[in-house]
């Protein structure tokens, strides 16, 4: 439930993150691409308000963090980003493709729907390793973009997986002298994993916050 969210807290962590996409993308972005980023950003922002994930996360936080991984890891353009944030739209609130046309352009438009397309017509139950699930993309899309972009939607979904398995036992995480009273939180901004390099800070609201050691946010706040 949303009212069970600290909206205080969760914005900041939105706007964090945001940040991070800029800052880390690979492509050098302009600031007319800048400025139509911010503008989907404000636009899924609110177009997915009122609505929480399974993790209890805002929504808005799993669009963003496909756009971090479209942007940081596999090195996509200011058009990737933007259809990475807006990527949910159709499928999830009421805006329909012919509005977001209206809003941005046909290009994002046809993008972001074609990834609707995807999500409509794949079988749940497919892993992204299955040659049934490549054939999928490629019958359904011959834009490379919105393949790799679903690939990110897919590894956005199963990092998160990871995280709420890990979360759900503190004996998966072992801190030193044994106290396993110590209350601890997963960094949403790099979400690490069982296996992962990490370090941890203590924070006035989260307790230990959990982060890569290789995560930019955690540097610079360790810097600091």
Known sequence: M??????LE????IKNLYRLILKTSIEKLSKEEKKLIRKSFDFANEAHSNQVRKSGELFIMHPLNVAKIVAQEIGLGATSIIVAILHDVIE???FTKKYIEKTFNEKIANLVYSLTKIKNFQDKTLSPQTENFKKLLLGLSNDARVILIKIAD?????????????SKDLNNILFEGG???LHYKIASCCNPIYG???FGFTTINDGIKVHKKDCPNAIYLYSN
């Open 2 to 7: 949303i009212e069970d969210i600290n909206i």
């Open 10 to 13: 969760e914005n900041k962590k």
């Open 92 to 94: 999830d609130t009421k």
């Open 154 to 166: 897919r590894l956005h979904n199963m990092r998160t997986l990871q995280i709420q398995n890990i």
């Open 179 to 181: 106290n396993q009273n």
């Open 196 to 198: 992962d390099d990490i």
